[in-house]
């Protein structure tokens, strides 16, 4: 089923349905018992049994929680097994936990209701400056660089050639509070010419995947994505790729700054351990989908700050 967001002229509006749509496929897809929430996924086998837990977690879990990238089956995929190894890492309990909204994850993790989660860099900025959330590790690309970037792109079929073509079409966004799919799509929009009045519509979709659905469902004309998955889609002729954006500092995983400094020292050195293409390759499921595919490394600090300025460049920071 497609989700059809709705589009918006010269302002910010999401479809309501994007609000729920993790919380229907979860309860579609997984089945959700009545002992189970459907935002609270335990962890389960490679084969994608869902284990059959009550609705109380055991004492001391740790929630963790994520920037919605692909869907919410494929994302459960991913993260399952990468909790179990930081399980067996650590000596600790982990379980995901879902939110509503993308911009939700940061307030439940400067709140304390979730204790890690992965961001991208616009979410953790926020996140610092509203509730002083702290960072452990910057995700490292398959080229060894704890960067990313974003792709605007169009269907295989479409005669966009440049983005200044964009002028007076309709482009669909990632989350409004996405770095890949919003803060820096929307930066080389501008640099090309092409401020957010000159497009006839524009939309934001809640997720890269269904960014790329509105576009190849002919809602929209181009939109901005991560550059993993708009690589691996233009490679299988299902999107063009018009521009690549320059590297941004990558996602990174951040935590509650009450979190006691044992528990952040030990899911520390468990990350900068973590091999995802070495040893722990077989534990793993689709990690190569994420923007952390060889792991990950400590931050530099200042790379933060180009995002920190577009940021307050849009509104997005309380001084």
């Known amino acids: 089923m497609i989700i059809r967001p709705e589009v918006t002229k010269a302002h910010k509006r999401k479809h309501g349905l994007l609000s729920i749509f993790p919380i229907f496929i979860l309860l579609i897809i997984f089945g959700c018992t009545k002992e189970e929430t459907p935002k609270k996924v335990s962890l389960y086998d490679r084969t994608g049994e869902v284990s059959k837990g009550s609705e109380h977690s055991r004492p001391n879990t740790l929630w963790f929680s994520f920037d919605p990238r692909l869907g919410p089956k494929e994302d459960v995929i991913i993260y399952a097994p990468f909790l179990k190894y930081l399980e067996e890492a650590t000596g600790r309990h982990f379980r995901i936990k879902f939110t509503e909204r993308d911009e939700d994850i940061v307030k439940n993790l400067g709140k304390g209701l979730t204790h890690f989660a992965v961001l ?5 900025v926020i996140g610092q400056n509203k509730y002083g959330i702290k960072y452990l590790v910057s995700g490292v690309n398959r080229d060894g660089d704890p960067k990313y970037q974003s792709a605007i792109f169009a269907g295989p079929e479409s005669g966009i050639q440049e983005l200044h073509d964009l002028k007076g079409r309709c482009f669909a966004f990632g989350s409004h509070m996405s770095t890949q799919g ?67 500092p990558g996602s990174v995983i951040a935590y509650n700054s009450s979190l006691d400094s044992d528990t952040v020292e030990v899911v520390r050195s468990a990350l900068l351990a973590f091999e995802p293409a070495g040893k722990h390759i077989d534990m793993l499921v689709d990690w190569d989908k994420t923007e952390m595919p060889l792991g990950f490394t400590e931050i530099n600090e200042l790379e933060l700050h180009k995002v920190t300025a577009f940021a307050r460049e849009y509104g997005l920071l309380t001084e």
């Open 182 to 248: 919003h803060l820096i799509p929307r930066s080389m929009l501008e640099d090309a010419g092409v401020r957010l009045e000159a497009l006839d519509n524009y939309i934001y979709t809640g997720s890269h995947m269904n960014t790329v659905r509105s576009v190849l469902n002919g809602e929209c004309d181009a939109g901005g994505i991560q550059d993993s998955l708009a690589k691996r889609l233009a490679a299988e002729g299902k999107i063009r790729i018009l521009k690549m954006s320059e590297p941004f």
């Open 120 to 124: 991208g860099t616009l979410n953790y």
